[in-house]
């Protein structure tokens, strides 16, 4: 499945910023800056926010979950610490590090980077975009084409390619889904 099309000829943003088309997506033409590292401020703050949490290889939420959890299994009760259930938390922390991106990550990482004719390239909106990566997630194939655009040009030494990327990936997402069950189990015990 294609989903670029030849790139359009290109506009200025504030006389500063190239904009190109980068592909077409149920009816939805979507941009980018010619450079990933040449964008207005704004938009440049959340991709570095964006860019931090695709590189450690966790979420703020994810973080937090973690130290709840922590915090819940090491809080002074009557109760033994079970040092099992802390290891395997470490462990799940620890790996992450380790591990290619999760499929979130990239597509966050592609909503800050990807932007359609109702967003303002100068900034980003959080809400908006979650909705964005939801209806690109409802398309399918997009985590394989972001993986193809988006990992050579900001991540060189991160390059997956085409079924094995996306299988990776859903991997990856797999093993998030289980290091997030883990921490729910230890938030929502009685212990």
Not at 77 to 99: C, E
Not at 157 to 186: C, D, I, P, R
Request: charge should be positive.
């Amino acid at each position: 499945m294609k989903f670029w099309k030849r790139k359009v000829k290109s506009f200025l943003v504030n006389d500063q910023y190239k904009v190109v088309e980068a592909f077409k997506l149920n009816g939805k033409t979507y941009y980018e800056f010619e450079s990933a590292f040449n964008m207005p401020a704004g938009r440049a703050l959340c991709a570095m926010t964006i860019y931090e949490e695709f590189r450690m290889r966790v979420t703020l939420e994810y973080l937090t979950l973690h130290v709840r959890a922590m915090e819940k299994l090491l809080s002074p009760s009557d109760k033994k610490l079970n040092i099992g259930i802390i290891a395997l938390l470490n462990q799940n922390l620890k790996d992450r590090i380790a591990l290619a991106p999760f499929p979130d990550h990239l597509y966050k990482l592609a909503s800050v980077n990807y932007f359609d004719d109702s967003e303002s390239p100068y900034t980003y909106d959080f809400k908006y975009n979650e909705k964005k990566i939801e209806q690109w997630k409802a398309s399918g194939g997009m985590l394989d084409f972001f993986s193809q655009r988006l990992m050579p040009e900001l991540m060189k030494s991160l390059q997956l390619s085409g079924t094995n990327a996306e299988t990776y990936l859903m991997s990856m997402e797999m093993l998030n889904q289980q290091h997030l069950k883990n921490l729910q189990q230890v938030l929502s015990s009685n212990n």
